[in-house]
């Protein structure tokens, strides 16, 4: 059974940073596209970045460049997301994912596997 846990969102001021994790478990993990995206209240979820299954290859979206950093280390499976520089328009949800195909996929079409997500809120 394959699990993303995501952990690390909490309360953070603006101008803040905040470091999430995600665990996946029951997939070969480093052969795995990991992408974060994430859900305001009343949106859609939208990519936030991602990175291909080496670590080779990242993308971001553009409201989160220079200020957010995806990585991973496969001999000890999380992948994180470095978010500095919060702003309150950035509160949402934020969820792991998973893609088989290895690549990064910046449409959540692409990811086969999802975690519950963690709440990442911040204050003004």
């Known amino acids: 059974q394959v699990q993303l846990v995501e952990s690390g969102g909490g309360l953070v001021q603006a101008g803040g940073s905040l470091r999430l994790s995600c665990a996946a478990s029951?997939?070969?993990?480093?052969?795995?596209?990991m992408g974060w995206f994430r859900q305001a209240p009343g949106k859609e979820r939208e990519f936030v970045t991602g990175?291909?299954?080496?670590?080779?290859?990242?993308h971001y979206d553009d409201s989160v460049k220079g200020r957010f950093t995806i990585s991973r280390d496969n001999s000890k499976n999380p992948v994180y997301l470095q978010m500095n520089s919060r702003k309150p328009e950035n509160t949402a949800v934020y969820y792991c994912?998973?893609?088989?195909?290895?690549?990064?996929?910046?449409?959540?079409?692409?990811?086969?596997?999802w975690g519950l997500g963690t709440q990442v809120t911040v204050s003004s």
């Open positions: 994912a998973a893609d088989a195909w290895g690549m990064v996929e910046m449409t959540k079409d692409g990811y086969e596997y």
């Open positions: 029951g997939l070969p993990f480093s052969s795995y596209a």
């Open positions: 990175i291909s299954w080496s670590g080779g290859t990242k």
